[in-house]
């Protein structure tokens, strides 16, 4: 796993560490449901070896669980002199490069657990929908001020379609 | 004609919207012909006239110039025309033995039939008054909706009102028209009516205009995309120019101009602009017959042969006419839909058409595709033919050639005419040069030929076709060249590229190769090129992004003619010409270049109600706001 890709020259923003927390407390509840679904039909039907479903269930929770934290911090992005730059991924590493001027419009999204722990989630939408630019885990202020930024360099060099 | 503009009826006062538009008085100070609207109805030049005094049309149709006007009066039949045929055709189907009865003589025996029924008991005044009631309301719903049916086009927006008791108001900014699309159904045809169809970007975004009348259609089609090229001043300046009379010199530069911007978008019917491509009928039945469905179908026909012999019973042969029928109706409407095929350019952009009954025809402005697929199913290839599809930023309701989704551009054609088409499409790609690349990407086995290609190691998951498997620059495009069996080219133009990604999952990474995209509007292409040498595809990433950002940012044709507006000497005219005496605007109408000769005649009539002395406050005012706009 030494040949990663790595972009030459470039100092990656990261989002906040704080952020672990929300994904893992989403992978928890996502392996909870599951664990429940998964176990309903052993428990109906006494057969032992049903049990083994659940139980793979709970290991691929646990194993993503672990890989969170550094995941998260795979999660990067800077902001060039033309486009924005955006990375995520581990094991499925992703590269976008997204031109200022394509921007159609910046959400701030929080859910509850990020907002308890007063974080944002910047989306960056384009004309093409596979684009997805998602940078979560971003302070409040900061989303906000980022979204402004955007907003500005994307009015400096607005393009058509 | 219903489009005759009323504007005491239903028009300034209801838009309040933009500034620019009380400078768009009734008083119109354009000198253009009013050619459809008085054209198509010669016969009664003063009910138009007394109903708009002043209210001359800025441009050919008169529609464009931002005041509410009314569609076909046909529309509501045609847009209802199917329900109320078929109604008509249950009535008589039920009726069909009473009828025959009448005039050949029968039984006369219908126990419980409503109309012995109805005779019987005397209820005749009572259903007939039922009948008519109901007509009256029918026709009076037919009515209120064609009058609450309203459209304007202003220099920013195409709007539509339309709905009685639940009105919706729709709005497409002309600088993000996709494309015009006019459709002629054959119903439609019969009344000499179309349907303009006005593309935004968007997923359903689509301003629909129909029905117009269909001379009217086209025009307008031109005018606004004339207004949507960034141009609009330039016909005032022109009309006012050729007014003053300024100059000889000046005066030919415009009438060279304007009538070559508007010769080729005349009625395809009587100026059809040269096809660059013919399709043979031969050719177009070959393609439809060769492909994957009915390779399908045999394979099931030989297949069912097989069981018949095998299971000695005659029945699966059954199991197969109703698929028959399904192919043999397919490859019909195919076949009929992609007759008449043309494509050429004008100066707004690609025009393709199409249709045999149903006629069809859509112009797409520069800068308005996406991405460009040229691809061969194998079974083609004996014949180099290949097919070219786009993705596009508006989705149409109306299907393109073939029946198939309007991004099909070109159903069949050989390697010539795909390279005529690719020049139509991305002007400035093809020259000498490129077509030589271009015909690398398309047939080229591989190799050192100007691609970057797969390495060798990446035969583990391109099989065939990693020796050809790659991506170029070209001239303000990228090319993906794929496929060794079911060979594709790739053609993304970099000012149309929403954003580039690169990615590289686990089995990638151990043979050292990475993918990336270029990402555009949805649509039927992914411009995506797995198996690249990651480092290839790291610099790949880097360049591409750059040249993305290159290319937009030197990219105007949202407006696409307004760079040439700059530097045409016309567009100062207006403003010297604001003084010009009122007179003058008497000759305005003979100074028209040729474009627009023919509807001389028909200027008349309308000359007579405009020309009112301040005429020419208005055009310098109307010039500023589009000067602006640049």
């Known amino acids: 796993m030494t040949d990663r890709l790595e972009l030459p020259e470039t100092e990656w923003r990261r989002v906040s560490p704080k952020y672990v927390v929300v994904d893992i407390v989403g992978a928890i509840i996502t392996g909870v449901i599951l664990l429940v679904a998964t176990s309903v039909p052993a428990v109906l039907s006494g057969i032992s070896w049903l049990w083994a479903i659940p139980s793979v269930a709970g290991l691929i929770t646990l194993v993503t669980v672990l890989f969170i934290p550094r995941r998260v911090r795979s999660i990067g992005y800077q902001l060039r002199d033309d486009d924005l730059l955006f990375r995520r991924g581990l094991m499925f590493q992703r590269f976008v490069s997204v031109p200022y001027g394509r921007m159609q419009l910046v959400d701030i999204n929080r859910g509850p657990v990020a907002r308890l722990l007063g974080l944002s989630e910047l989306r960056f939408v384009t004309a093409a929908a596979a684009t997805g630019v998602v940078i979560p885990g971003l302070a409040a202020t900061d989303a906000e001020e980022l979204r402004d930024r955007l907003v500005e360099l994307a009015e400096s060099r607005r393009a058509g379609l | ?630």
């Open chain 2, 1 to 630: 004609m219903s489009d005759i503009p009323r504007p005491g009826s239903d028009g300034p006062p209801n838009n309040e919207n933009e500034p620019v538009e009380p400078l768009e008085p009734a008083v119109s100070p354009r000198q253009d012909v009013p050619a459809g609207a008085s054209a198509s109805e010669p016969g009664e030049p003063g009910a138009p006239g007394t109903a708009v005094p002043a209210l001359q049309p800025g441009t050919a149709t008169g529609l464009t110039d931002g005041q509410w006007h009314r569609l076909h009066p046909a529309t509501p039949l045609l847009r209802g025309g199917i329900a109320l045929i078929a109604v008509l055709g249950i009535i008589i189907s039920n009726l069909r033995e009473r009828f025959v009865e009448m005039f050949v003589g029968g039984p006369g025996d219908y126990q419980g039939d409503p109309i012995d029924f109805i005779l019987e008991n005397g209820y005749v005044p009572i259903v007939l008054g039922a009948v008519a009631l109901f007509l009256i309301v029918f026709i009076l719903i037919f009515y209120l909706s064609w009058r609450m049916h309203t459209f304007r086009i202003t220099n920013e927006v195409v709007e539509v009102r339309s709905g009685i008791l639940f009105r919706t108001n729709r709005r497409g900014r002309l600088d993000r028209i996709q494309g015009i699309n006019i459709v002629r159904p054959f119903f439609a045809r019969l009344f000499g009516a179309a349907k303009l169809e006005v593309n935004v970007a968007g997923q359903d975004a689509n301003v629909q205009l129909a029905y117009l009348s269909s001379s009217n259609a086209d025009d307008l089609r031109r005018d606004i995309l004339r207004l949507a090229s960034g141009t609009q001043l330039e016909r005032d300046a022109a009309a006012t120019a050729a007014a003053v009379g300024g100059g000889a010199g000046a005066a030919n530069v415009i009438d060279r101009r304007v009538s070559e911007l508007l010769a080729p978008e005349l009625d395809p019917n009587y100026a059809p602009p040269a096809s660059v491509v013919k399709i043979t009928v031969g050719r177009l039945i070959g393609s439809v017959l060769l492909n994957d469905t009915t390779f399908i179908f045999v394979l099931m026909v030989v297949g069912s042969i097989v069981a018949v012999v095998f299971a000695q019973s005659p029945y699966p042969l059954l199991a197969i006419i109703p698929v028959l029928l399904g192919l043999v109706s397919f490859l019909f409407s195919r076949i009929t839909k992609s007759l008449r095929y043309t494509i050429a350019g004008t100066p707004d952009g690609v025009r393709v058409g199409f249709g045999l009954l149903t006629t069809s025809n859509e112009t797409l402005p520069p800068g308005r595709i996406h991405s460009v697929q040229v691809s061969q199913p194998l079974v083609w290839r004996p014949f180099d033919w290949w097919e070219i599809k786009v993705n596009r930023a508006s989705k149409s309701s109306t299907q393109g050639a073939s029946g198939q989704q309007n991004t099909t551009i070109l159903p069949v054609g050989n390697r010539q005419d795909v390279m005529r088409v690719l020049g139509l499409m991305l002007p400035g790609l093809v020259n000498d040069d490129s077509v030589e690349m271009l015909t690398r990407g398309l047939i080229s086995k591989g190799g050192d030929d100007g691609f970057t290609n797969s390495p060798r190691r990446a035969r583990g998951i391109r099989w065939f076709s990693w020796r050809r498997n790659g991506f170029a620059f070209g001239p303000g495009v990228v090319l993906l060249r794929k496929g060794a069996i079911w060979r594709e080219l790739i053609v993304v133009p970099e000012p149309r590229v929403q954003s580039v990604a690169l990615q590289q999952g686990p089995l990638l990474r151990k043979l050292r190769l990475a993918s990336f995209t270029l990402q555009t509007v949805a649509g039927p292409i992914s411009a995506r090129l797995g198996a690249v040498d990651a480092q290839a595809a790291l610099t790949f990433f880097d360049d591409a992004s750059r040249a993305v950002i290159e290319s937009s940012s030197s990219d105007t044709s949202h407006r696409w003619r307004s760079s040439e507006l700059a530097d045409t000497p016309p567009v100062d005219a207006p403003l010297s010409a604001v003084d010009a005496p009122p007179a003058a605007s008497e000759q305005a109408p003979g100074g028209q270049p040729g474009g627009l000769a023919g509807d001389e005649e028909s200027a008349h009539s309308g000359r007579g109600e405009d020309s009112p002395p301040s005429a020419y406050g208005p055009p310098a005012g109307d010039a500023t706001p589009g000067q602006e706009q640049k």
